[in-house]
Structures are given as C-alpha cells and as structure tokens.
C-alpha cells in the first residue's frame, strides 16, 4: 500500500475510506477557501509552471532534485492523486449519493476547450463541488455541473476507458478526496508531471501481470501502455510481453487491448 494508506486509511486503501469523502473536512476554512480558487491557482498556474519545466527538462534532462521534492511535497499537501481501476471507479461511483460531471480544467487551462471528462462525487447530499467557481469555464453554476447517476456515470467512464483514458483520484487538500479525472497523458496536469520525471501521483493499488501461456507476443499491450511499462522478452523461440513493475501505474488499459485476455491485474507486492 502506499504512505496515504496508512496515514489516511484507517486500516483500508486510502480512498476507499468513507472518511476522506465526509463533510466534516468541509467544514476547515483553508479547503473551502483552496476550492473556492482550484481553477485559477492550482490548475491555471500548474499549467504555466509546467510548460517552463518541460522546456527546462528538455534542456537539462533532469529537474534539481530540491524543486523536484518541493513540488511533490506541496502536492502530497494540497492536490494529489492515484490512478485507481475500472473496478475501483464502480466500486466509489456506485456508492455516491450524487455524481456530477464538469468540463477538465487541465485541457481548459491550456487549449480553453472544454472536455468533459471529470467527475466529482458526494457521499452526502450537502455537496462539496457547489463551491467550484464554473465561471472560469464561462459557464452559469447550474450550467457547468451536470448531475448523473452513478450508474450513468460509470457507463461514461467505461467508454472513456475504450479509448484510451487512465483513471485517476485526487485529493482537494489531502486527504478529502473530491475528483475522479480520466485523461490522456498529454493532457493531463498530473500525468504531465511524470515526463518530467516528479511523481504527483502513486501508482495504482494494482498492477499489470502476464499469463505467459496465454500471450502470443502480438505487441498490441505495449502499444496501449501511456507508461511505457510492458516491453517484450523472448522465451524458448517465442516473444511474451514482460511488465516492469517499478514502471506500471495500474491502470489496467494493457488488458483491454490484449485479443487473447493473457492480461489482468493483481495486487501490488
């Protein structure tokens, strides 16, 4: 398990845990005040800090390691997150009280083209998310927040899956856990971050694994994989898909792309 399991499990994965989503956290002023101003101090200025990193790292191949820690020790306070799986998602959604869906602030803040691809859920019906100021979108309050049910919600993230979205949940001021994103590396704030080599999320709880009996060496998972995780190996004539396990985020989209299911997911040792 990661470090927010055992800080901010209560003996469970960390959000899995009912208390991470309650209302009391709500009630700290510092969080109303953090989600109140997400989109223009955490998204907006994330996006600006990132594009100068990146041409920073282009240059140098590598960050200082001390901005490197800075960075993720400010996320790990206010805005970080895991990527989860397809059966975490309905898992979480399936128990919300209510589910909304609003446009990805990442995309918005660096093409101003909104994608909705985010998801907030409530295990109460005193909401979190009606704070969110939906005017940096140029959209009314009840404009921007589309309420779905669960199971609408799942469905939709399922689809986003097909095409080729990592799940992520992530922390607004850790540990309340307010967003569920499905992005693409590219397009992602926090994903973004590891091409930089700074981890603004843990890995999954799980992981790829191979049934070397069923895999036919095809490449179809490699292909798939946003992490670069799975490379091929050759075996007694024949090449198998080989997953790093230091390199694999759990995400699960190398299983769905395997045409002889050789793929699934177990535990992280």
């Known amino acids: 398990m990661c470090e927010f399991c055992s800080e901010h499990g209560d ?3 960390w959000f899995k845990n009912a208390e991470n989503y309650s209302k009391d956290l709500l009630s700290d002023l510092a969080r109303r005040n953090y989600i109140n101003d997400f989109f223009t101090s955490t998204i907006e200025q994330g996006v600006k800090t990132i594009g100068r990193l990146e041409t920073l790292y282009g240059k140098k191949k590598q960050l200082p390691a001390r901005l490197v820690q800075g960075m993720v020790d400010q996320a790990k306070k206010e805005h970080f997150g895991q990527v989860v799986t397809i059966e975490d998602i309905r898992e979480l959604v399936g128990k919300a009280a209510t589910v909304v869906r609003l446009p990805c602030a990442c995309r918005y803040a660096s093409m101003k083209k909104e994608n909705r691809c985010c998801y907030s859920v409530s295990y109460s019906p005193d909401a979190w998310y009606k704070d969110l100021d939906m005017s940096y979108f140029g959209l009314a309050q009840d404009q921007g927040l589309e309420s779905l049910t669960p199971a ?45 080599d700074v981890e603004t999320m843990f890995r999954g709880e799980m992981m790829a694994s191979v049934d070397e009996e069923l895999c036919n060496g095809c490449g179809s998972c490699e292909e798939a994989c946003h992490f670069n995780a799975i490379s091929s190996m050759e075996m007694t004539g024949e090449h198998k898909a080989q997953i790093n396990a230091s390199a694999c985020f759990g995400c699960g989209l190398c299983r769905n792309a395997c045409p002889t299911e050789a793929l699934s997911m177990m535990g992280r040792a």
């Open 152 to 196: 609408e919600a799942i469905e939709q993230m399922e689809e986003l899956e097909k095409g080729g979205a990592v799940h992520t949940i992530w922390t607004m001021m850790t540990p309340f856990i307010g967003a569920i994103c499905n992005c693409q590396p590219e397009d992602c704030l926090g994903l973004r971050t590891l091409s930089i």
């Open 11 to 13: 003996g469970k994965v």
